[in-house]
T-cell receptor
């Protein structure tokens, strides 16, 4: 149980285009989902906390107009990287906690974004 | 600002060895400490620790938390090549915006034959 999927697994796009990444909790309802970014040989950095039905809470230094997060249902959150640039190339990972239990977070498999 | 420091940054051992990974932290309103194993993709959950001195065990892996000294260790006995991974420590702290997870930089473990 507690499976989180992400789509796509990897994406290559041209500079200036937008990319949408989906995060789904497959067998449980996640009131809260989290989006992380990980650069090579670095740890996970929290970008934003996404609560179903409300606006996402962004970490300091993360541009909310560039990284659009939508959490329309208890099983789906999306991250859209708008006007992507090469410096946005990274590994993006989402995680979801079981409803009522924040502490055990289950991670999606991640999405490798390369912007050329 | 919450901080999580892991040591060593990386280590190489031989199969059968025992390793101890360290995690120290400074966090406001500590809630829990989590250990994850990350291979090529996203981290997989290992342990959640909330109380001092109570060892959590799963097979050859075990972990314990010291809330007074603000650290945790992850032990792996009789290591196997399949244990090669980055081991991440994360701490949950309660902030004004709710619970927040802060990750350490990880320990890269390589187990050789």
């Amino acid at each position: 149980g507690a499976v989180v999927s992400q789509h796509p697994s990897w994406v290559i796009c041209k500079s200036g285009t937008s990319v949408k990444i989906e995060c789904r909790s497959l067998d449980f309802q996640a009131t809260t989902m989290f989006w992380y970014r990980q650069f090579p040989k670095q740890s996970l950095m929290l970008m934003a906390t996404s609560n179903e039905g409300s606006k996402a809470t962004y970490e300091q230094g993360v541009e909310k107009d560039k990284f659009l997060i939508n959490h329309a249902s208890l099983t789906l959150s999306t991250l859209t990287v708008t006007s992507a640039h090469p410096e946005d190339s990274s590994f993006y990972i989402c995680s979801a906690g079981l409803a009522g239990d924040y502490y055990e977070q289950y991670f999606g498999p991640g999405t490798r974004l390369t912007v050329t | 600002e919450d901080k999580v420091v892991q040591s060593p940054l990386s280590l190489v051992v031989h199969e059968g060895d025992t390793v101890t990974l360290n995690c120290s932290y400074e966090v406001t309103n500590f809630r829990s400490l989590l250990w994850y194993k990350q291979e090529k993709k996203a981290p997989t959950f290992l342990f959640m620790l909330t109380s001092s001195g109570i060892e959590k065990k799963s097979g050859r892996l075990s972990s314990i938390l010291d809330k007074k000294e603000l650290f945790s260790i992850l032990n792996i006995t009789a290591t196997q090549t399949g244990d090669s991974a980055v081991y991440l420590c994360a701490v949950v702290g309660l902030t004004g915006g709710g619970n927040k997870l802060t990750f350490g930089t990880g320990t890269q473990l390589k187990v050789e034959l």
